[in-house]
């Protein structure tokens, strides 16, 4: 084995590469060959370099304080066709499962009447909206994109950690780390038949164009983003090139007569579909916080109307809802009546009678998480937390227990990951993504690999310091892997000054951050 490789150790968790020490898993073969004569020197080199090359395309993120380039170790996560077929199914499961209940929640509510789920689950959310009762959506898509956050257990199980379904964000940086590997290691694509990522444009703007409202025969699709201040601008920015409509901000939208409308210089431009990339509370100060500065007012009341489509829909939070993703094994039995394809990571809900006291019994043994956290914000792993820690925590699982879920601690799966000038294990978990069109639900061949960098921290999330892997999924048969990419097939990602129709945008300063 290579140098790089001799003072690796696997840790207590199933690790992606090896099955047991020197013994590598049929998959990763060619990626060992590919890595073994290489000294860590020449593999640092190659990390420096993709380092500045994520600099000069603005692919960065905010990390205490500091813009860093994205960080993409040079070991991918590879996953053998049945696997992903596991997978891909296990994600469209879910999404329609949630898409049920969404329906269900604004519409007859029949799970709540037969005691699936119970009324407080609903009526004590913060993502529950009023005024999205009521509005059927095109094709009855809610959940245009989902990301379903997955880690594998001790046992080499894939589980569930977590549903995204507002506005979820990272495919940017999938398109983004495979064309940085397609450069490194471009004879591995060939040899591996690695699915390819580039279609995730495509397949996206086929989506929001089905979800326009009936009647328009060649919508318009506008991407909505808070502005170039906000942390994913560069994923709004990349999305919109790649689908080749307009990025646009909330000052460029105007709402009259229950219609959008998109400020050009060549005028008022209809628009039909929107896919936004702000939060509920931001998207029109008319119903929601009457403070917001980055939102269109009036757009809520067009999409109540039947006149735009908004994508994601307003008021999915309720199926994100840590607390809800307990029970999504019995929705899709309820509204499927199908056995989970992935399971759930066990889980105890302390609003539960009984469930509480079983909770605080046992916290420095469990990982407990506000239901409505986000980046790895909140969570506390009661193993590795100190007796203030858990203190706080047992006091405000107390105070609100609604607000909590706990978790058995599961051991993520580790793969090898450059650290220094070796190669050591890091936790890894994955978000495959699902593009959903209202009759089919694909899952991009790949997601997000994130990696937890401190060595034993199980925490992956950028946020909190983590990084990512490219993610290989391997075609059946001798062929379906992409050629490696020339220097500009990926278009840059500054907004696009021209609209669809060769209209130009009438462009403002001082954008806001949400």
Sequence with gaps: MADIFDAYALADAWDEMFERPGEVRTAYEPVLAALQPMESAELRFKADQMARAFTDRGVTYAFAGEERPWPLDLVPRVLDALEWDLIQRGVAQRVRALEAYLADAYGPRRAFEDGVVPWRLLLNSGHFHRAAHGVEPPGGVRIHVAGVDLVRDEAGEFRVLEDNVRVPSGVSYVIENRRAMTRIFPSLFAEQHVCPVDGYGQRLLAALRAAAPDGVGDPRVVVLTPGPSNAAYFEHALLARLMGVQLVEGHDLVCRGNRVWMRTTRGEMPVHVV??????????????????????????????????????????????????????????????????????????????????????????????????????????????????????VRKEVIADPRGWIAQRPVALSTSPTLAGDRMAPRHIDLRPFAVNDGSDVWVLPGGLTRVALQEGNLIVNSSQGGGSKDTWVLAEGPTGGPLPEEPGTVPDVAPRQLGPDGERLVQQEGAQQQ
Excluded at 324 to 338: F, H, M, Q, S
């Design 275 to 392: 896919y936004r990339r702000l939060d509920d509370d931001f998207l029109d100060p008319l119903h929601f916080r009457p403070d917001s500065v980055i939102g269109c007012p009036g757009i809520m009341s067009a999409a109540q109307a039947g006149n735009v489509t908004l994508a994601n829909a307003v008021g999915n939070g309720i199926a994100d809802d840590k607390l809800l993703y307990t029970y999504v094994p019995d929705l899709i039995r309820y509204y499927l009546a199908e056995e989970p394809v992935i399971p759930n990571v066990e889980s105890f809900r302390p609003d539960e009678p009984g469930q509480l006291e079983a909770v605080l019994d046992q916290l420095d043994q469990l990982v407990v998480k506000p239901v409505d956290g986000a980046g790895g914000q909140g969570i506390v792993i009661g193993p590795h937390a100190d007796k203030a820690t858990l203190d706080r």
